[in-house]
């Protein structure tokens, strides 16, 4: 299978089937890797995890592998994997006999191969993240590492995030990136609480990140901010609905969170209060985390995982943050009146002329009510329920709702 023909997508895991793929960084290290605490990771409405936290060997990978099994989840094994690191990390996979620290292309073909004859074995592994926040210099390793998983295990997920920016340079970077490697999904991390408020750059790398997956056919994947770091504060409940809603709005098809367990302080970013403490007991981050996957990300994210995003714009938002698109009126959507919104407009993916609409609250501290005027392609309305976990009929052609703090509301229009 050649690395630019277009990725299987359905077979892959997380990415393909019905479940919106919702992941953890940083999970319990390997003295807490025991069966108790990967049923705590599944009862928080998590699908999968991504190995780390000093889980630097097979043994605990395969111990990792084994209790997801039991539990539910699935994994994706980390460069602290020793042969994952060496090729990616360490060396470079070229065929270049002049290049330093290098790899031969069938070298590093043999090692994939072992691992993943180790590791398929186990029903929870999905794949490798094979390199976290590669630099440009990284792109041609990280493509041969992506092309020989996607040749060797067509069925494995070979997952990277990007670093996140804003702008030309970081567009072209990104550019570069999918133009290089083929990846099978985009992803990316930026975190937008800030000590001294909202990154307002935030919507301007989702921007760049929605445009260079639509353009290559992909899903967008990103992680969440779960933990005061740096400059960046501890999240209120209402904002981390904000960061999921915003994302869903720009056509998120899988959101992670970081981290799940705090760091230990001798990393030296200074982290505090994740969704698990340090010593292992459970900040109020966890239960915030579990009632939002389960009563509100999982079952809004099988229904916009399957559709593709047409638009993201801002409609009442003053002034207009950089890098985004004001609302503008069309056939489905013909006004926004109220608050300051985020409005994101869905398609099938093979296109039936229906629409769906998510309205997401631009605030992450105040409630906002918007009303919404369907245009004459609507021919009905209706919003999703999550108590029933379907859509109700609505007025036909206007329709007012309250958002909480970083809330959102989802539309079906159409017959």
Do not use: C
């Not at 019905?18 to 025991?34: K, Q, R, S």
């Not at 307002?200 to 969440?224: H, S, V």
């Amino acid at each position: 299978m050649s690395s630019t023909e277009p990725w299987p997508i359905e077979s892959l895991p997380l990415v393909g089937g019905p479940d919106f793929p919702i992941g953890i960084f940083w999970p319990p290290h390997p003295y807490e890797v025991t069966l108790a605490r990967y049923q705590e990771i599944a009862a928080a409405g998590m699908t999968f995890l991504i190995t780390g936290n000093y889980m630097f060997d097979q043994h605990i990978n395969r111990r990792a592998l084994d209790l997801a099994g039991q539990t539910g989840l699935k994994v994706l094994v980390n460069s602290p994997e020793p042969r994952l690191s060496a090729i990616t990390s360490t060396l470079s996979v070229t065929d270049d006999l002049q290049a330093p620290l290098r790899i031969s292309t069938s070298d590093a073909r043999r090692l994939v191969q072992i691992m993943l004859d180790e590791y398929r074995r186990f029903p929870a592994f999905a794949g490798f993240d094979v390199y976290d926040e590669p630099p440009a210099t990284k792109f041609p390793t990280v493509a041969a590492v992506t092309k020989l998983v996607r040749e060797l295990g067509p069925t494995v997920l070979p997952y990277s995030n990007l670093w996140p920016g804003t702008g030309a340079g970081y567009a072209a970077f990104v550019k570069s990136f999918v133009d290089t490697v083929h990846p099978p999904v985009l992803s990316f991390d930026r975190y937008p609480f800030l000590n001294t408020g909202l990154d307002i750059n935030y919507f301007d790398n989702w921007a760049i990140i929605r445009k260079a997956a639509l353009a290559e056919g992909i899903p967008t994947w990103t992680y969440i901010q779960s933990v005061k770091f740096q400059n960046r504060v501890v999240p209120t409940e209402a904002q981390l609905r904000w960061q999921i809603n915003m994302s869903l709005a720009y056509g998120a098809k899988g959101i992670q969170y970081f981290t799940y367990w705090t760091p230990e302080i001798a990393r030296g970013e200074a982290f505090e209060s994740a969704i698990i403490n340090a010593d292992g007991t459970r900040t109020p981050l966890y239960d915030i985390a579990s009632r939002i996957n389960r009563e509100w990300l999982a079952p809004i994210g099988r229904e916009l995982k399957p559709l593709v995003s047409v638009s993201a714009t801002h409609a009442n938002d003053n002034p207009l943050p950089p890098g985004t698109e004001a609302f503008a009126p069309d056939d489905h959507v013909l006004a926004v009146e109220g608050g300051a919104v985020v409005v994101g407009q869905f398609r099938a993916a093979a296109e039936d002329g229906r629409r769906w609409v998510l309205v997401v609250n631009r605030s992450d501290t105040k409630d906002t009510t918007v009303t919404l005027t369907f245009g004459p392609a609507a021919a009905r309305s209706e919003e999703f329920r999550i108590e029933a976990a379907d859509f109700a009929s609505a007025s036909a052609d206007k329709v007012t709702v309250q958002l909480s703090a970083g809330g959102a509301a989802l539309f079906r229009l159409g017959d």
